[in-house]
């Protein structure tokens, strides 16, 4: 809202799309709905009533002023809406998924196992896996004669897949588990994304045995983690050596404060499997788009690299140098500015609230379109442009912090930022200490497909040069 537009409570009427409107977008909006938003938001102003589908009624905003009311100032009025909470069916009630008292009492518990000392030590791990991941393609650049190409998305989240399952799970994940566990999240999640986006499809789901199916292939992941659990509380009731510094150790031995009571098994299997599905798609993406922007611009890469072999000459990153690396950092903030991994985050009022004016009854769906954000010219200068060294210290226009919110914002901001930070600053490092990139030429222009994180529409490949 403009501040001309500030009036007495309850005085105040959003612009609304018209439902016949919604209704006409609705197919566009399913195919492709970026391009749909940022023209509903040129048109009617930062803030909007819509009909999702022409059918639910919601307020979709990239106003930084209205999205820190709700995830932080008034945050205690907003849960998560039917649309996360409906994942819960298939991936359990840890962090991401729960709401109230009973999250606010795990985030408690689980929050000292993401401080930064924490995640410091999970770097030696970090990069072990970078350059496990990396090695067959250096053989294999060696073998063509110098390069080779990759398709970027698929080999970003294996990568980040196997930093977060051993970051969980220590080495005691067998390798072909690691695959059927990936790839159980992928489907389950994909079908997901589709019953939200398409709910007319339901009866036919419904039919075909769509989520009897999908209910046993949650079934079946939840079985296979909580034979890892066992096992590892069966390990650790007869230890042979100190336990693994991993997170299933932490999520075991954390205590409630109240009662001194640990977490019950089905708990801790509900929290390892929220790292899991939230600790790795996110990243890969973010990564994706890292390396597909580092191969157009070959200026920005060249500078990681300098400032890289001058701090570090030629020895592996460790956590301590990070900061001394600055660039690789810059240019990761910077792609989640133009591609938030997180592109949407949704929200429901549960008691009426007034924000400057703008009545909100209970039950009003929210639309964070923090895309949208990171795009408006009020807060960037060329948001179209990658530019890395606007997060650079002592800019003439510094990124305000309401503007730019890839991890969300408030009470429920990413448990895991320091985590995907670190690892996303090292994986850079990692990639451009071994290869150039290039950009293959000849391939179709490379889309976006927002779903639950927002990823490329299809795979693209990347030509790694041997250094
Ligand atoms: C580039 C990487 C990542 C991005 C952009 C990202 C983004 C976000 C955002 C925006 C939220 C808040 C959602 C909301 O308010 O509704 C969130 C929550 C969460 N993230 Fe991340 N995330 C990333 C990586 C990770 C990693 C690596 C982990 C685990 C190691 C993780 C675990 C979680 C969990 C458990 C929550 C729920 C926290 C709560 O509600 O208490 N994320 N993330």
Redesign the pocket.
């Known amino acids: 809202m403009e501040a001309s537009e500030k009036v007495a409570p309850g005085a105040f009427r959003l612009p609304q799309v018209p439902r016949w409107r919604s209704l006409l977008r609705s197919f566009a909006l399913a195919k492709d709905p970026l391009p749909v938003l940022d023209a509903t938001l040129a048109h009617f102003g930062d803030t909007v009533e819509l009909y999702i589908g022409g059918v639910e009624k919601s307020i979709l905003t990239r106003e930084p002023g209205l999205i820190q009311h709700i995830?932080q100032k008034n945050h205690r009025n907003y849960a998560?809406s039917k649309f996360?909470r409906g994942f819960s069916r298939y991936i359990g009630h840890?962090?991401?998924t729960?709401d109230g008292p009973d999250?606010l009492r795990?985030?408690r518990l689980?929050q000292p196992g993401?401080h930064r000392q924490r995640v410091a030590g999970l770097t030696g791990l970090m990069q072990e896996i970078a350059a496990e991941t990396l090695a067959p393609l250096v053989a294999r650049a060696r073998q063509q004669g110098g390069a080779t190409a990759v398709e970027v998305h698929e080999l970003m989240t294996r990568l980040?897949f196997r930093i977060?399952a051993r970051?969980v799970f220590s080495t005691n994940f067998p390798e072909a588990e690691l695959d059927r566990l990936a790839r159980l999240i992928t489907e389950i999640q994909a079908f997901f994304v589709r019953s939200i986006r398409q709910p007319y499809l339901k009866p036919w789901f419904r039919l075909k045995g769509q989520f009897t199916y999908h209910d046993a292939l949650a079934a079946e992941m939840r079985a296979l983690l909580s034979r890892l659990i066992a096992q590892r509380q069966h390990d650790n009731a007869r230890p042979q050596a100190p336990p693994p510094d991993d997170?299933l150790q932490m999520l075991l031995d954390v205590r409630y404060e109240e009662t001194g009571e640990p977490m019950s098994p089905e708990r801790v299997l509900d929290?390892a499997l929220?790292?899991l599905v939230?600790?790795?798609e996110?990243?890969a993406?973010?990564l994706t788009w890292l390396t597909y922007l580092l191969a157009h611009h070959p200026d920005e890469a060249a500078a990681i690299r300098t400032e890289a072999e001058a701090v570090l000459a030629g020895r592996p990153p460790a956590f301590e140098d990070l900061p001394r690396l600055g660039r690789a950092l810059w240019a990761v903030q910077e792609t989640?500015r133009s591609y938030?991994?997180?592109w949407m985050?949704?929200?429901v009022a549960l008691a009426d609230d007034e924000y400057q004016g703008l009545r909100i009854p209970k039950g009003t769906l929210f639309s964070l379109y923090?895309h949208g954000l990171h795009h408006d010219a009020k807060y960037w200068d060329a948001p179209e442009a990658f530019r890395p060294g606007r997060f650079a210290p002592g800019q003439a226009r510094p990124v305000q912090p309401n503007a730019y919110?890839?991890?969300?914002?408030?009470?429920?901001?990413?448990?895991?930022?320091q985590?995907?930070?670190t690892?996303?600053q090292l994986v850079t490092l990692e990639l451009l200490r071994r290869f150039e990139l290039e950009w293959v030429a000849g391939q179709a222009p490379v889309t976006m497909q927002p779903l639950i994180?927002l990823r490329p529409k299809h795979d693209f490949r990347v030509r790694l040069r041997l250094r």
């Open positions: 995830l998560k996360t840890g962090l991401l729960n999250w795990q985030r689980i993401f980040t977060i970051s997170l929290e929220i790292l939230a600790g790795h996110t990243s993406n973010a989640m938030p991994p997180a985050v949704d929200r923090f919110v890839p991890f969300g914002g408030g009470p429920r901001l990413c448990i895991g930022m985590f995907a930070l690892e996303m994180t």
